[in-house]
């Protein structure tokens, strides 16, 4: 699916929904995204090699009272279908997953729905239950999938203002100019400016916003500062930020014409607080 948006403009768009309208989806837009899951799917066999599916699953209710009990302890209120991200229990690829489910949210965006990643708020067992899994399999991300209330709930308001949810890291703390001693600027960065404010835009687990990247000419290296005891048993959920960074990079560099590939060579750099995970090489 091609988007019929800009994709900088979805990224920009784009922010978590916690209280939406119960009102149904219609039916045109929900086949849109079926199909592009479907080609999704494609691509995680194909193109990223993990063991991981997308697909839509409803409930039955949009009660809030029921709301409380189902699903997502009461974190989302009114919508009943929900994306789900599905992993094998061995898979460990987070950041091919967190890439791909990501692209998923901004074709959600584009057809004009609201999302939230959930890899925490939400009840596993109640989502394995309205679904045929098999015992290898695992959900690791959930996304309600519909229209967002004008008004948010009360408690949707205090949890954005708890997490500094709209907010996010300067560049001088996120990107290196070859090292870490030196801030890379907008200026340097060059064209690569608007992709790496993409980044910067993006969602990221409690808005920890754990990407790093070094420019080293036409390399970005891409890495991860782990936040100290944080993280979801079983699935590596800041590994999975970092395959959100690489979506909102490599979508938004190739609609700026700037192409390149994603290489995994650890180039010796950077802060012995971080890890290393992938590196754009740019197209001279
Ligand atoms: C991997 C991941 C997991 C998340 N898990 C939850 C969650 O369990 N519950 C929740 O309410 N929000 C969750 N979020 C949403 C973040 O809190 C949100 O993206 C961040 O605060 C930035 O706000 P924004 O998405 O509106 O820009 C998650 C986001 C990501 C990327």
Known sequence: ????????????????TRTFETKEIELKQLQKLESYLTEINEDAIVLSGIKAKFVLS???????KEDKKIG??????????????????????????????????????????????????FKKSDFVQNMDLPDHETIAIVSPLGYKKKKPRVME???????????????????FDKNIEIPLTEKGADEYAVPLEMVRLGPSASNKQPWRVIKDGEYFHFFLSRT?????????????????????????????????????????????????????????
């Open 72 to 121: 997502t302890y009461g974190v989302i209120s009114g919508a009943k279908t929900y994306i789900v991200g599905i992993v094998d229990k061995d898979e460990k690829n987070a950041l091919e997953f967190g890439y791909l489910f990501e692209k998923i949210v901004l074709a959600a965006t584009d057809l004009g729905l609201q999302t939230c990643w959930l890899g925490g708020t």
């Open 228 to 284: 100290k005891g944080y993280g979801v048993a079983g699935f590596d959920i800041q590994l999975n930020d970092i395959g959100i960074a690489k979506c909102h990079f490599e979508l938004s560099a190739e609609s700026l014409g700037l192409y390149g590939e994603w290489i995994e060579k650890s180039p010796g750099i950077g802060s012995s607080e971080w890890t290393y995970v992938c590196t754009w090489k740019a197209e001279n």
């Open 58 to 64: 409803s409930f039955k209710s949009t009660n809030l």
């Open 157 to 175: 308001t205090a949890m954005r203002k708890v997490i500094g949810a709209n907010k996010r890291k300067p560049w001088n703390e996120l990107y």
């Open 1 to 16: 699916m091609k988007f019929e948006n800009n994709v900088i403009d979805l990224i920009k768009k784009r922010t978590s």
